[in-house]
């Protein structure tokens, strides 16, 4: 029997029990007498008696470390809410992260300061400037090779600044030799913690006096991968299909002549303006700026937005083709005909599936 199981039963129990005393009393017409008051009990979790950091072993036995985390874990396995939606959004994040991780030669405990640091939003901001999925200041976003303009901050796209906080970890890492005071210095500058490690002669994160945001990171790193690492220890059980999916989507690349609208490139990817800005996060205003740029259209759909947008550049407006169906020709057989996705003819003539009809007449935008 699981412990899952064993909950459920105990429930069952005590609400069987509530109610026997309402339902003698409706058969025999007699009170039971007082119903007596049952509080709902809240369960008790321990915080996990061994835990390691990318290898790195936590030292759990001083009672200091032990009672700093014990109070990230009591907050984080607590958060009912925020932990259901962490668990939603990893199954849209997790699997890519992991793959780069794997392809970077990065230890996958890495992926959980990405959960610390905003949640996995890529719109998560700061009161101090930080920005998107990995909390970028505007100056090591720069130094990083995360683009920032009036209209543009590559500090929110997801891919892009994944890739530049893995530069910075590994440069952390290569610093301090170690994780923990890795990650310390990605929440509050090297130098504070090259300045502290001098200062105060200690070489462990678990033996530093540092800022007090800091002292709590690393700890409530561990609380995040301990809940997320073990979500149904702790109570927490999503049902199959109720994470976000991921987001399939190709990158093109394109020069802008001048500053061109977003609205009109949303047009000539054949979605809405919404759904563009969702694609392409670190377009921070409603003009794209002149120069080149690395745009995200929904999947099968960059030759096609990349052909539009050289006819727009040379002045051509999209046209409506029509085409009729003849014997033989199938959906994606048409599609690659005209260098269209499928998914778009499907959009543009309110088709369901892939079947067409002989003589049946598509409208095909170009």
């Known amino acids: 029997m699981t412990s899952r199981d064993r909950r459920l039963i105990i429930v069952v129990g005590v609400t069987l029990l509530l109610g026997a005393g309402y339902l003698g009393e409706a058969i025999w017409g007699q009170s039971p007498g007082p119903t007596p008051t049952i509080p709902y009990v809240v369960p008790y979790f321990a915080p996990p008696e061994q835990l390691e950091f990318c290898g790195e072993p936590v030292p759990l036995e001083v009672p200091d470390v032990r009672e700093r985390l014990d109070r990230e874990f009591t907050i984080v396995v607590y958060s009912h809410a925020q932990v259901y939606l962490w668990l939603k959004r990893m199954q849209r994040y997790f699997p890519w992260l992991e793959k780069e991780m794997t392809r970077n030669g990065l230890p996958n405990d890495l992926k959980y300061v990405a959960v610390a640091e905003s949640d996995l939003q890529v719109s998560a901001a700061s009161p101090a400037g930080a920005v998107g999925p990995w909390q970028f200041m505007r100056s090591t976003g720069a130094n990083y090779g995360l683009a920032q303009s009036e209209g543009v901050d590559q500090r929110r796209d997801f891919e892009m600044s994944t890739q530049s906080a893995f ?8 610093l301090f030799q170690n994780w923990t005071l890795a990650v310390a210095g990605y929440n509050c500058g090297e130098k504070r913690v090259q300045d502290e490690m001098k200062r105060q002669k200690v070489s462990s994160y678990y033996l530093l006096k540092l800022p007090a945001e800091t002292e709590r990171y690393v700890f409530r790193i561990l609380a995040i991968k301990e809940v997320l690492s073990h979500p149904e220890k702790y109570g927490y059980f999503l049902p199959e299909g109720a994470g976000y999916p991921g987001v399939v989507a190709e990158r093109v690349n394109v020069v802008a002549p001048c500053a061109l609208p977003v609205q009109t490139l949303a047009e000539l990817a054949g979605i809405t303006y919404r759904d563009f800005k969702i694609l392409n996060p670190a377009l921070v205003s409603d003009i794209l ?9 929904p ?3 960059g030759k096609e937005f990349s052909n539009r947008f050289e006819a727009f550049k040379a002045g051509k407006q ?10 033989g020709e199938t959906l994606s057989g048409i599609a690659a005909n005209y260098g269209v996705s499928t998914s778009s003819l499907q959009e543009w003539n309110g088709l369901k ?9 598509l409208k095909i935008i170009r």
């Not at 530069?167 to 290569?174: F, I, K, P, S, T």
């Not at 999209?318 to 014997?327: D, F, Q, R, S, W």
């Open 299 to 301: 999947g099968e759909k």
């Open 289 to 297: 700026p002149e120069g080149s740029h690395t745009l995200k259209v």
């Open 318 to 327: 999209p046209n409506a083709v029509l085409h009729k169906v003849g014997k």
């Open 167 to 174: 530069c910075y970890l590994r440069d952390l890492r290569e």
């Open 353 to 361: 599936g892939d079947k067409v009809r002989l003589g049946q007449v």
